[in-house]
């Protein structure tokens, strides 16, 4: 199962895009990156998922590169409220007996006005 | 439309006590899964089930049992506390194979074992 590893935290600054990278060196070939947003008191908040490439919702952009052992959460004209911890996950889509989902210990972002 | 529910919201235990964490969700979803969350640590799948009338162990089962009777249930349980399982817990759903990443959480259980 592949491990991730993410910055302990970043501070911004309201309008501005923020990049959150995790690094998954041992990543396999049919597992997916995921990531999640955490609000304090709450539990995670599906935001966007992906294999390959770059993949673009409504709130944020992922970007994965050739060799997909890393990704970079894009999170575009940040805001207060995007006050939180941010977790990046690494696992096959279709889970198994067996399988092992593993949240690594997250980023937390902190914005500022 | 709910999506996750648990309960109860808190507790309390003594060591040695025994209870259950209902999990309920109404979006007609296949797999359910149980959490623990530490302070300061991301979550650690506990167990999950990837259908009615089925359980799989995850990362840290041990002192923990599950039952998936109905489709819409998930139900934890501790049969002897210790402090060790002092945690909040979540629990979440997803629709079926394809989207197991996808999770949808519930609001959680602040659970204190003294």
Redesign the interface.
């Known amino acids: 199962l592949a491990k991730t590893t993410q910055p302990i935290s970043m501070d911004s600054y309201e309008g501005q895009e923020v990049n959150i990278t995790c690094s998954h060196n041992n990543i396999a070939t049919n597992d997916?990156i995921?990531w999640y947003q955490q609000f304090p008191?709450?539990?995670?908040?599906?935001i966007i998922?992906g294999y390959k490439t770059k993949v673009t919702n409504e709130v944020a952009s992922l970007f994965i590169p050739a060799d997909r052992k890393s990704s970079t959460l894009s999170l575009p004209r940040v805001s207060l409220s995007d006050t939180a911890v941010y977790?990046c996950?690494v696992?096959?889509?279709?889970?198994?007996?067996?399988n092992?989902?593993?949240?690594?210990?997250?980023t937390i972002l902190r914005v500022k006005s | 439309n709910a999506g996750v529910t648990q309960t109860p919201k808190f507790r309390v235990l003594k060591t040695g006590q025994s209870m259950t964490l209902l999990c309920a969700q109404d979006m007609n979803h296949e797999y359910m899964y149980w959490y623990r969350q530490d302070p300061g640590m991301g979550l650690r799948l506990i167990h999950y089930s990837v259908g009615e009338g089925t359980t799989a162990k995850g990362e840290v089962p041990d002192g923990y049992n599950v039952s998936r009777l109905k489709k819409q249930n998930f139900l934890l349980g501790l049969e002897s506390a210790a402090p060790s399982q002092t945690s909040v817990y979540f629990c979440a759903s997803s629709s079926g194979r394809d989207h197991s990443y996808e999770q949808y959480f519930g609001p959680g259980t602040r659970l204190t074992v003294t």
Do not use: D, N
């Open positions: 997916y995921t008191s709450q539990g995670p908040r599906f998922q977790y996950l696992g096959p889509r279709i889970l198994e007996y067996g092992k989902l593993v949240f690594g210990a997250g």
